[in-house]
């Protein structure tokens, strides 16, 4: 499996309940490295512009609102295969059907207020790391 490099976010309910440290304590374990990292708060027109896809979607207000409601940190992870194994660490979107010992698992409250983000494709992540870091933010290959 190639190396990879994937989008993360670590969302305004798992920041407040300062659980970055353990967070990325779980990917560095898993053998994912963080290669860039930034700690924001979104703006609206930010939030709208990452989550575009979902524009149509019933629930964008809520999910942008969210996102808004508090800093996120945000990081690029590099690692065989990095783009599945970050969504394995991850768990399923709705924290009531993660598996035991995901993230989302042990520190998502419900499918809004669900701890983090990651990238769920390769174009997908490409796009999302260029949205957030210029290539001189980014550690060389
Ligand atoms: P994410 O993009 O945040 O990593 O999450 P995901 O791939 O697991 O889920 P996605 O389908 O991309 O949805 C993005 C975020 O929108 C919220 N959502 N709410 N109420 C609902 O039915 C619903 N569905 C999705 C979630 O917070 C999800 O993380
Ligand atoms: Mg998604």
Excluded: W
Excluded at 91 to 112: C, L, M, V, W
């Amino acid at each position: 499996m190639a190396t990879e490099r994937t989008l993360s976010i670590i969302k305004p309910d798992a920041v407040a309940k300062n659980a970055i440290g353990e967070i990325y304590s779980r990917f560095e374990k898993a053998g994912l490295k963080i290669v860039a990292a930034k700690m924001q708060q979104l703006s609206r027109e930010k939030a709208e512009g990452f989550y575009a896809e979902h524009k149509e979607r019933p629930f964008f207000g809520d999910l942008v609102g969210f996102m808004t409601s508090g800093p996120v940190m945000v990081q690029v992870l590099e690692g065989e295969g990095a783009i599945a194994k970050n969504r394995e660490l991850m768990g399923a979107t709705n924290p009531k059907e993660a598996e035991p010992g995901t993230i989302r698992a042990d520190f998502a409250e419900s499918i809004d207020a669900n701890a983090v983000h990651g990238s769920d494709a390769p174009a997908s992540a490409e796009r999302e790391i260029a949205y957030f870091f210029g290539n001189d933010e980014l550690c060389p290959r």
